[in-house]
């Protein structure tokens, strides 16, 4: 399995990190987790064939996960050569919300024909699931599991395995006893998380967002809990913290709460691989074009 973490940020944006996006490649198969901002232009800067990315599944439907899906969608049919429909795997609310971007895009969808590319690309098909096994093909297994996102529910974690290996993403969700049950031994558990200072979790308005999510304290306990080959952390919030807001911060917090496993704090293009052994490849530079 090969792992690829297109987009590692949280909604506000930073220089470097965009929205939530994890692309595994498996067997013969590409599977999109999150579609969040920039998800396009992650997938060509890691040479991704774009063509190939038809196969979608939502953690939830808050704006950072969602909002790179219309440009992947567009753009990957009239400009990548996509010649098949997207099929989109989303909890309960995902049809109405395909529908309303279908209707956003009503303008090009009656007036962007072009013989070069098949109008059926176009075409989205959607599973609303709920918590179980929602994917099975060629020895590969996505199970969805159901956290809790406050604001953000229904929020769902997945596990995909294939061949004796998995990687399990925890989604956005607070600390959760299904992600424990679910990541048990795990090759890869790659986790959110979020770190403030303590004065700026003292303020009502950041209390109720860390709620949501999952402190290195917190992640600490998990990743004790699970014995995962790697934890990797995405979806990485953090202000007005010291060094600032150096990533090392979160490794620090983490040790101090007492895991001392291996532990990534995940990047934009970072890929791992996951075999005998699971090798992190840190993001190669981008040439000038
Ligand atoms: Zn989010």
Not at 11 to 19: A, D, N
Not at 136 to 147: D, H
Not at 182 to 189: I, N, P, R, V
Request: negative net charge; charged residues 20%; proline residues 5%.
């Amino acid at each position: 399995m090969k792992v690829y973490l297109l987009g590692t940020g949280g909604p506000e944006i930073t220089l470097h990190r965009q929205g939530s996006a994890v692309l595994i490649e498996v067997n013969d198969q590409k599977l999109l987790f999150d579609a969040g901002r920039s998800v396009l232009q992650r997938l060509f800067e890691c040479s991704v064939s774009i063509a190939d990315v038809t196969q979608i599944f939502f953690t939830h439907m808050h704006s950072d996960h969602i909002e790179g899906l219309p440009n992947l969608w567009m753009t990957g049919w009239f400009s990548h050569g996509r010649t098949r429909p997207l099929d989109i795997w989303g909890p309960s609310g995902t049809k109405r919300m395909i529908d309303g971007m279908r209707e956003m895009y009503r303008f090009d969808l009656a007036n962007r024909i072009d013989p070069r590319h098949p109008p059926e690309a176009l075409e989205t098909r959607v599973t609303e699931y709920s918590e179980g096994v929602i994917y099975e093909r060629n020895g590969v297994v996505i199970t969805a599991f159901e956290v809790w996102h406050d604001d953000g529910n229904p929020a769902f974690g997945f596990r995909i395995a294939h061949a004796g290996r998995s990687v399990v993403l925890s989604g956005d969700t607070t600390y959760h006893e299904n992600v424990i049950q679910f990541a048990q031994e795990t090759d890869l558990l790659v986790h959110n998380v979020i770190a403030v200072s303590d004065e700026l979790a003292q303020l009502p308005k950041l209390q109720s967002v860390l709620a949501k999510l999952t402190t290195p304290e917190q992640a600490a306990d998990i990743f004790r809990r699970t014995a995962p080959r790697l934890a990797v952390y995405t979806h990485v919030i953090k202000k007005g913290l010291a060094n600032g807001n150096h990533d090392s911060v979160l490794i620090e917090r983490t040790r101090q709460a007492g895991y001392a496993g291996p532990l990534e704090v995940g990047l934009d293009r970072m890929t791992i691989d996951i075999g005998e052994s699971v090798n992190v490849i840190p993001p190669p530079a981008i040439a000038v074009d």
